[in-house]
């Protein structure tokens, strides 16, 4: 029996996209399936816009979900026919760009390959950064994994002994190569690597790429075995791991530049999409997991069955699919008929999904049945053995030199502007020890945390022992205490969780009275951590949150893998916009005396001010992104981790998505969006709108704010219309009309807002 094949699979904006064939003698089709459990969209490949006519797809395809594309192989349609005399085989790497049901191939640059096949390939091109496919090649007898920079250069990164899969992880610039007796990892930017020894059960039938999941400081790979019908997950913290230099021999390159010939790839005529595949019903399931407190290590494998015991023949799953960004990251798997099973830590046997309704229809053996969701809880998934306990240091310590690296790295301009000097000092153990011993009430035996070395004022870098490290865990019971007692938590005091920010929150008091915040974040926010603090440095303006002290700890914490911690000025979630106007029976505008609204407005206009006049965009205002200050009687901006610098380019789906989000950052087309000053108006507008209103909200939440933007006429008439009909004063309604506009270039500067609030209500010009 043939069985359908998926070339490559990924998640794209709420629906499934793959590619596939239903028998071997077919087309390949570029396929949406939607969780409306119908597939919605279907296309042959060789129909899509700006096909490279002349070539052929290989079958080889890894999905992008950072840039919502598809980097597809194409050949030489006459090497197919028959090969050439030369021995020459023309390849194309093309970008598939996956835009609604209007996909399209960018321009398609062909480099000539002599004599040389190509295994697999992963696009390595981050945000910003130079174009770049990470490939495996295999010319005559050898082996090679490649780096192709555009423009065209080639560097061999390393000979090999056996094929294997690519698996890229674009954020850090790392790729990873799955062998069938190891797997490693290769940083590009920092030129190392680490190579963990793991059967993978690869074969030549394998799929041509892996995905890598971000969560916390661990990366997942995910690789599906066909013949076996195993998912093979590999874990892997790099914190844990040992690395050794890169060293890319240029003498004796697999591939030379001069072999590299481009040549321009014409685009083929394109056709009305034409739906060839159906597709049953979507069953959505959640797997049962249980919670293990296993020891963290630098690589963890696993691997699930994904098909039933009896081997009927009823069930064949073909593909898995990530879903990056979701509350839990999801696991999609596209199947052939009948039952799905997937085993667990919990129970002996699979757990089976039942069959679906007949009224679906029963699935010729050529059709892709539908997909499964699932949430994946890679909790479950970390075991191995213990870390050897480290020693006592005597010494003075230093930062790591991951973390040096990563503060390097940091191209901000605030960086310069901060003016930050970094030194390394030790403190005077016998001033702590003094000033420690005065700390009664709050000593109950437990270590005092504080920091060995750091950058004075600014960074601290804290090596400590194990015992110490489950001290820092905000969900621990009891005071907790930061440098000697200078922050001391408050107690019985709750832990908020932000999702938005990825962080967990706690309040602390001070030892002179004031009340601050305690952030703490994983190591994969450590670098969007620091950008936040060094914007903050720069800004320094009482209208925007107070950057105190940053910790970046030697390892993540045992229990939840905190590996920063942030102290702030306070932004307490029960003083937030949202909460005073929603969830509390008196909000700040109640006050008697003055209007209220006035002086509100004049605050956010000016906190915002305070960001743009220095160069950054928020990126992230919302109301609960605005803390009330009763001792000014004022709001102050915080939530400061979506800061950038104004015109830098991101991809849409690394934005914050609620009922403020820009409408540009809804119906723009492109997988990068340029943030400027006029992408904040428009949400510092709907909080303005809430102000004016006492409370109501323009749009309820994001999904309310996609369903009215599908039609911009009909959207731009909701907003006016609720700008009338709510907004009395027509001072507020002037300052909506320029800053709820839905093209960007039409909408007032921060800079008129600020004039236009002033003059109208003679406020003082500070």
Partial sequence: MNFPTVACSGYNDGKIVFVSKSDQASDYHLNYLGTNQTLTYSIVMSNVKGYPSNMTFTGLCSYDNTQSSILMIFENLENRLHRPENNTVDVSFSKLQINGNNPYFSTNESIRLPDTEIISAVNMAA???????????????????????????LTRLATLTE?????????????????????????????????????????????????????NQTRHILFYEPST??????????????????????????????????????????????????????TLSKLQHTKRDDPPSAWMVKRVQMKDDEGDGRQHVLSVVTVPGTELEWMAVVEQEGEFSVWNDTIARPTVFPERSASAGRLSAGAIAGIVLGSLAFAALLTGLWLCRRKRRSQTLTPSGDVEKKLRSIKEPVQHAAGLTTRMVQPSLDAQDKRA?????WNDGRPDIR?????????????????????????RSGPMMLFSGAYKSLPDEPVSYDRQEECATRTFMTDDGRYCSVHYFASSRTETLIRAVYALTAIQSPSVMKSERVILLNSPTPRHGYQSIWITSPTIPARSLQTLFFDTLWS????????????STLSVIK???????????HLAIDPNSFYYDPSTSNWTLGRFMSVQSQGTSLARHRLPQTGCTPPELLTDSHCLHEVTAETDMWSLGCVIYAIATNGLFLFEDFADLQNLMTDMDTAERYVKRMVDENVK??????????????SPKDRKSIQFALDYWKKMYQLDSS
């Fill in 127 to 153: 945000i910003n950064a130079t174009p770049s496919i990470a490939f495996i090649s295999k010319k005559s007898k050898e082996i090679a994994l490649n780096i192709l920079h555009t423009p065209l250069s």
């Fill in 163 to 215: 094929p294997g899969v690519l698996a890229a992880d674009v954020e850090s610039n790392s790729v990873y190569l799955l062998q069938a007796t190891a797997i490693s990892e290769y940083q590009l930017t920092n030129q190392i690597y680490s190579t963990f020894a793991v059967s993978s059960h690869l074969t030549p039938l394998s799929e041509s790429s892996a995905r890598v999941l971000s969560m």
């Fill in 229 to 282: 019908a195993y998912l093979n997950i590999y874990s892997h913290q790099p914190s844990l791991s040992t690395y050794r230099p890169l060293q890319p021999n240029p003498d004796r390159p697999t591939l030379s530049s001069a072999s590299i010939h481009p040549t321009t790839a014409s685009d083929a005529s394109a056709s009305i999409p034409t739906r060839t595949m159906t597709s049953s019903a979507m």
């Fill in 437 to 441: 011993s005065e700390i009664t009430c």
């Fill in 451 to 475: 920091p060995l070395s750091y950058v004075e004022g600014q960074v601290d870098f804290a090596d400590l022992l194990d015992e110490e490290m489950l001290e820092l865990e905000p969900e």
């Fill in 588 to 599: 700040p505008l109640d006050q008697p005396g003055r209007d209220n609204r006035v002086w």
């Fill in 607 to 617: 906190a915002v001010m305070a960001v743009h006049e220095h160069g950054f965009v």
């Fill in 729 to 742: 004063d027509e001072p507020f309604r002037v300052l909506l009309g320029g800053m709820l506009v839905l």
